[in-house]
């Protein structure tokens, strides 16, 4: 149906904001091009992770992403700030079913395995600003509020509902999307969803709508504009491929409330205790409340400080919810639209999206504790930078990355220009941070490298390629790697100019590279800046640029390795 025909079926008043959206869908757009220029704080976020099981290698890698991009913000511009959000998501069916298996209070396990991923923050080193719980009370306050508001806009409406639900997703699949399937080990059938699998019920309930369908015009328009706000942009154009779709059921009305009868365990709707609202909408609320919503006076972040987001970091599963639901939302409460979208692949062990029902999970506490925090960090973003494909997790590839890029590349440049026999060989101290007067061919490759590495690392990340970002600095520090032995400072025939020249463009990279991967390994960042004796205060974006690391103190005496050997059990690498 035309949107033209499915206006006409609508309240009058319905009508006219459904108008005034169109006209203003590019006003809206610009007004929050606006409000991330430079007096905005940058505002990342996670999705908020549910609880009904503990933290993986997964849920890592989203939380690592909005980290990353929060600290880059901060290095580009100090003066601007960067908010972190990440947090976690209690009510719904499936909490509350799980709750009762387990025989115990849904807020008890909430308790419980929210800890678990504040402590999965805390473990990998995350510089979050708002851990966000939907259980807290400033958040049923922004969600009630929410709800007032679509209602009194007349975008919220009650009506009788039919179709199969899967509880693991809390989420109706269209009957298209049905299918039978066979336990191949008990034999029984049951209907599931033929796109992700899961088990689902058929439902018969009144319960209140959204009006999605009246925002498929200005959501086209939004998805398609440039740069596309869902990154990577296969997703945006697979995503506009099905809105275009003639039976795409994705923009149909959206049921947002369950009777309270079926779903306790939630936030009862405002004026109406027999319903409770649907969990994705409590939800997606989430980060509005973060940034401080609804803004009454009294709160952490004001009107404007925080909102829109400059990046939300999702998992390509969850698109719609982020990409549809939540924009429709804020363009019915004429807030500002989201910058970017980034939807990242999942992490796979064996080629299965890692889950806790095939037992296939991998444990990011134990990968951790074994490879140490920065050196995962590192991995889950080389290996799984690429948003638009998944990644298989491989212990013997983290091995395998630790001991030739990490220890065989970082490491070894660091033991070579700070070996005493080689220091003592400069013809004066100063020698190590000065630029030399005389350049050599055999110099230009690496020097070309690192005049260009500031700018294309940044270009990267702006792209969202994560996984190019960090392959710059690593084939910097591979060409500075064979720069020294092609110099070979270590011979007693090497010229003064050979060691100045190896020492010099050696520390060089390693000062780079470590200043510009303090938001990707920051404790081992700070480590690696202070062996090189850099100042602290020259450790900012501004000095990525070669011979501008300033004068240096003397590294501290002892042998320390940047990279030490893992002493990894044989059963972990097999």
């Not at 972040?301 to 698109?319: A, H, M, N, Y």
């Not at 081992?524 to 501004?542: C, E, F, H, P």
């Amino acid at each position: 149906m035309s949107l033209r025909a499915l206006c006409a079926r609508l309240p009058p008043e319905v009508i006219a904001l459904t108008r005034s959206h169109l006209a203003r869908s590019r006003s809206l757009a610009t007004a929050a091009a606006a409000s991330t220029g430079t007096s905005k704080t940058f505002y990342a976020t996670t999705p908020i992770f549910y609880v009904n099981a503990d933290p993986h290698v997964g849920h890592l890698h989203s939380t690592l992403l909005a980290d990353i991009y929060a600290r880059h913000a901060r290095l580009r511009d100090p003066s601007k700030g960067a908010v972190m959000c990440t947090g976690t998501d209690e009510h719904g069916l499936k909490i509350q079913r799980v709750a009762e298996a387990r025989g115990i209070a849904p807020k008890d396990l909430c308790d419980g395995v929210s800890e678990r991923f504040r402590e999965l923050a805390q473990a990998a080193n995350i510089d979050h600003q708002v851990f966000i719980r939907t259980t807290e009370a400033r958040h049923r306050t922004a969600v009630e509020h929410v709800w007032r508001e679509l209602q009194q806009r007349g975008y919220i409406y009650k009506s009788s509902y039919a179709g199969w639900y899967a509880v693991s997703d809390e989420a109706y699949v269209p009957e298209a999307q049905v299918g039978e399937v066979i336990d191949p080990k008990s034999g029984d059938k049951y209907m599931a969803s033929t796109e992700t699998g899961t088990r689902v019920e058929w439902m018969e309930e009144e319960n209140y709508k959204f009006r999605l369908s009246a925002f498929k015009d200005p959501l086209l328009e939004w998805l398609s504009s440039s740069p596309n706000p869902v990154q990577p942009s296969s997703r945006t154009t697979a995503l506009v491929a099905s809105l275009a779709n003639p039976t795409s059921t994705d923009l149909n009305d959206l049921s947002i409330s369950r009777p309270a009868s079926r779903l306790s365990w939630g936030i009862p709707v405002p004026g109406d205790p027999q319903h409770t609202i649907y969990v994705w909408i409590d939800a997606l609320v989430n980060y509005l409340t973060a940034a401080g919503y609804p803004w009454r006076g009294g709160e952490a972040f004001e009107k404007g400080k925080l909102w829109p987001p400059d990046l939300q970091v999702v998992g390509k599963d969850i698109v719609r919810f982020h990409a549809l639901y939540l924009p429709a939302v804020l363009l019915a409460l004429d807030l500002p639209l989201p910058k970017h979208l980034l939807t990242h692949g999942h992490w796979t062990m064996d080629k299965f999206k890692m889950s806790k029902s095939r037992g296939n999970v991998a444990n990011p506490f134990e990968a951790m504790q074994l490879w140490g925090v920065d050196a995962m960090r590192l991995y889950l973003m080389r290996v799984g930078g690429n948003s638009a494909s998944d990644a298989d997790y491989s212990a013997t590839e983290i091995e395998r990355f630790y001991r030739k890029d990490l220890a065989g590349q970082m490491g070894n440049l660091l033991s070579r220009v700070t070996a005493k026999k080689l220091v003592k060989k400069l013809e004066a101290p100063e020698l190590m941070y000065t630029m030399p007067d005389r350049l050599a061919k055999e110099d230009e490759a690496l020097l070309a490298l690192l005049r260009d590495l500031p700018g294309s690392f940044d270009r990267h990340l702006a792209a969202f390629d994560v996984h190019r970002a960090l392959a710059v600095v690593f084939d910097a520090l591979a060409e500075s790697n064979r720069h020294v032995q092609l110099l070979s400072p270590w011979l007693a025939t090497a010229s003064p100019s050979d060691v100045h020249r190896a020492l010099f463009f050696g520390s060089e990279t390693l000062r780079l590279s470590g200043t510009l991967l303090q938001p990707f390994m920051p404790t081992k960042a700070t480590q690696l800046l202070d062996m090189l004796g850099v100042d602290a205060s020259r450790r900012r974006w501004v000095d990525c640029a070669v011979g501008e690391g300033g004068a240096r103190s003397a590294p501290a005496a002892g042998k320390v390795h940047l990279w030490p050997a893992v002493a990894v059990p044989e059963a972990v690498v097999q």
